[in-house]
């Protein structure tokens, strides 16, 4: 596998986003705004759901409202995230923040999927103010993982 990685950031694609004066920079910038949208979205609906924001807000309501910038953000992240890793695999693969953060976005990506097949197919029938406890669980998990994550990020350079 470190070969691969190796062989992937040797390629004039890696070297030419690695070697630019400005695309690297831009794409992380892009990469940056991609975590603002997708985690102060996210983060609404999770403080929402432990009841500490909006409680009037009707769940779905303010889903409607928030998961279209999430998943900006999300193809954002996807995109700059895959170009940048591109420019430095082999530096990645061994960088124990980097397997940090790529295993907590696995996991609040599981999260994600557990909770709209489970808890979220019935958020338009909780009550004002109400979530039901796995909605609760999935939130504080969600929270968990995305200050991980974002820490895990800023970490990258230092280890």
């Known amino acids: 596998m470190p070969h691969f990685f190796q062989a992937l950031q040797d390629t004039w694609f890696a070297s030419g986003i690695r070697q630019s004066l400005w695309l690297f920079p831009i794409l992380y910038t892009l ?10 979205a996210t983060s609404a609906l999770d403080l929402r759901m432990l009841g500490l924001v909006m409680r009037d807000e009707p769940m779905p309501d303010l889903a409607a ?10 193809v954002s992240q996807v995109i700059t995230g895959s170009l940048l890793f591109i420019a430095q695999a082999a530096d990645m693969w061994h960088n124990i923040a980097f397997l940090v953060k790529i295993a907590l976005v696995l996991f609040a990506g ?6 709209h097949v489970n808890a979220y197919k019935n958020a338009g029938q909780w009550p004002r103010g109400l979530t039901p406890a796995g909605a609760r669980f999935s939130a504080v998990f969600s929270l968990i993982c995305w200050v991980g994550i974002v820490a895990a990020s800023r970490l990258i350079a230092f280890v």
């Open 31 to 40: 990469h940056i705004l991609g975590v603002v949208m997708l985690v102060g």
């Open 65 to 74: 409202l928030l998961l279209p910038w999430a998943k900006i953000g999300f």
């Open 110 to 115: 599981m999260n994600v999927l557990i909770f």
